[in-house]
């Protein structure tokens, strides 16, 4: 390849690419869609010998019609992409799917970033970037998505009338079933642990985006306005989750009758 792999990948020597000593199970497939053959490339040299099965597009429209004839675990996507960007990419998806899309964006573009989380991205990687850290992100987002973060069998939360089931990974608020993205699920499993109690934005970045918080990181904030869309307000009309200024977010009590 022509092109140098620091121009995407920081610190990565792909002959000292280490052997994970928890790989994740062979075959678990990723579809790369960005027009970029060499970066597709990089991509695959590195996950596939992590366990994972990449397959690539090239074209917006193709990496539509692939992502939803095809089981994959997760999609790594372009915002840049020729003919029908990311955008409209992630929006053709998610009329369709709730399959776990990690974006890629360029640097120091926060608007990029907060508007893929608002049409319904997952999580980003801003390029050019780590690989242990895009690789961080995947098998976080595959923990979110097959409920496995943790050792603690499948849990049940319940506030008002909206119910959360964690065997079957589902949500019902009120007589209708609410589906959500992994990491809205993950985000609302912790809001609704202990409804009335506040959780920090830095506690949610950390434990759902696998992640040190920043100040200026709005991520938590974009996953916070798509769960209020979904769950609508509650029967009195007031927020279910509410924000506590500069701290965070917390799931309201419902009011006894």
Same mark, same amino acid.
């Given at each position: 390849?022509?092109?140098?792999?620091?121009?995407?990948?920081l610190n990565w020597k792909p002959q000292l690419s280490r052997q994970s000593e928890a790989r994740e199970k062979p075959g678990r497939r990723?579809?790369?869609?960005?027009?970029?053959?060499?970066?597709?490339?990089?991509?695959?040299?590195?996950?596939?010998?992590?366990?994972?099965?990449?397959?690539?597009?090239?074209?917006?429209?193709?990496?539509?019609?692939?992502?939803?004839?095809?089981?994959?675990?997760?999609?790594?996507?372009?915002?840049?992409?020729?003919?029908?960007?990311?955008?409209?990419?992630?929006?053709?998806?998610?009329?369709? @799917? @709730?399959?776990?899309?990690?974006?890629?964006?360029?640097?120091?573009?926060?608007?990029?970033?907060?508007?893929?989380?608002?049409?319904?991205?997952?999580?980003? =990687?801003?390029?050019?970037?780590?690989?242990?850290?895009?690789?961080?992100?995947?098998?976080?987002?595959?923990?979110? @998505?097959?409920?496995?973060?943790?050792?603690?069998?499948?849990?049940?939360?319940?506030?008002?009338?909206?119910?959360?089931?964690?065997?079957?990974?589902?949500?019902?608020?009120?007589?209708?079933?609410?589906?959500?993205?992994?990491?809205?699920?993950?985000?609302?499993?912790?809001?609704?642990?202990?409804?009335?109690? =506040?959780?920090?934005?830095?506690?949610? =970045?950390?434990?759902?985006?696998?992640?040190?918080?920043?100040?200026?990181?709005?991520?938590?904030?974009?996953?916070? @306005?798509?769960?209020?869309?979904?769950?609508?307000?509650?029967?009195?009309?007031?927020?279910?989750?509410?924000?506590?200024?500069?701290?965070?977010?917390?799931?309201?009590?419902?009011?006894?009758?």
């Amino acid at each position: 390849m022509s092109t140098n792999e620091n121009e995407y990948f920081l610190n990565w020597k792909p002959q000292l690419s280490r052997q994970s000593e928890a790989r994740e199970k062979p075959g678990r497939r990723v579809l790369v869609i960005d027009d970029d053959l060499d970066l597709c490339e990089l991509l695959a040299q590195y996950l596939k010998p992590e366990g994972f099965l990449v397959e690539m597009s090239h074209k917006g429209d193709e990496g539509v019609e692939r992502a939803l004839a095809s089981e994959f675990a997760l999609i790594v996507l372009d915002v840049m992409l020729p003919g029908m960007k990311g955008y409209e990419v992630l929006q053709r998806i998610r009329v369709h @799917s @709730s399959v776990p899309v990690l974006m890629l964006t360029a640097r120091g573009d926060g608007d990029d970033r907060i508007l893929g989380l608002e049409i319904g991205a997952d999580d980003y =990687v801003p390029k050019p970037f780590d690989p242990r850290e895009l690789l961080a992100r995947i098998r976080a987002l595959l923990r979110r @998505s097959a409920g496995t973060a943790g050792a603690a069998p499948p849990e049940q939360f319940a506030a008002g009338d909206v119910a959360l089931d964690g065997a079957s990974r589902t949500v019902r608020c009120g007589d209708r079933t609410t589906e959500l993205t992994a990491v809205e699920f993950a985000l609302l499993t912790q809001l609704l642990k202990e409804p009335g109690r =506040v959780v920090s934005r830095e506690e949610l =970045v950390k434990q759902l985006l696998v992640r040190e918080f920043s100040p200026g990181d709005r991520s938590i904030d974009a996953h916070i @306005s798509n769960l209020r869309r979904k769950l609508g307000p509650a029967s009195d009309g007031e927020e279910r989750i509410r924000e506590v200024r500069n701290v965070g977010y917390v799931f309201a009590k419902p009011r006894a009758v």
